[in-house]
């Protein structure tokens, strides 16, 4: 066989073993060198890719959803831990945290003011009495005189 003069698409086509195709590209090449290339697939190797790629996509789409789930279960377990955080925070800062308990009210008509206190005798808000208010009644009569008559 000889030596083709042109760049052909291939070479040795016609020897149908490789081993043997390889030996006659070797004794008839001007030298060996190594290079990267795109080599093409044939028809087979293709399917198969296509199907790895195919058990792949489908590893993955679980792999997914589990992801999902798992980062659902940790965000519903830091909910709560967030909440309380965020509340210990504005406390902290406001140095008083917010409740709802049973307080005194005290009108004071000589300063026209009500005046609300905890069980403890804190005075915890103060506003100016409504007209309601206003209307004396016998027992904050008495406590202004300091007497039960």
Known sequence: MAKKNSLDKALG???ADLN???NYL???ADGIESLEYMKRFDPE???LLKNDLSDLSIIINDVEIDKKETAKAFSDQLKPLKKQKTELLKNIK???ELVNERCYKFVDHDARMTGFYNSEGEL???RPMTPDEAQATIYSMDRQ???NN
Request: hydrophobic share 30%.
């Open 124 to 126: 915890v808000n103060a």
């Open 20 to 22: 043997e195709r390889e």
């Open 145 to 147: 005189t300091g007497t």
């Open 45 to 47: 190797k293709v399917t």
């Open 26 to 28: 070797r004794a008839n």
């Open 94 to 96: 406001e140095k008083a």
């Open 13 to 15: 086509q016609e020897i």
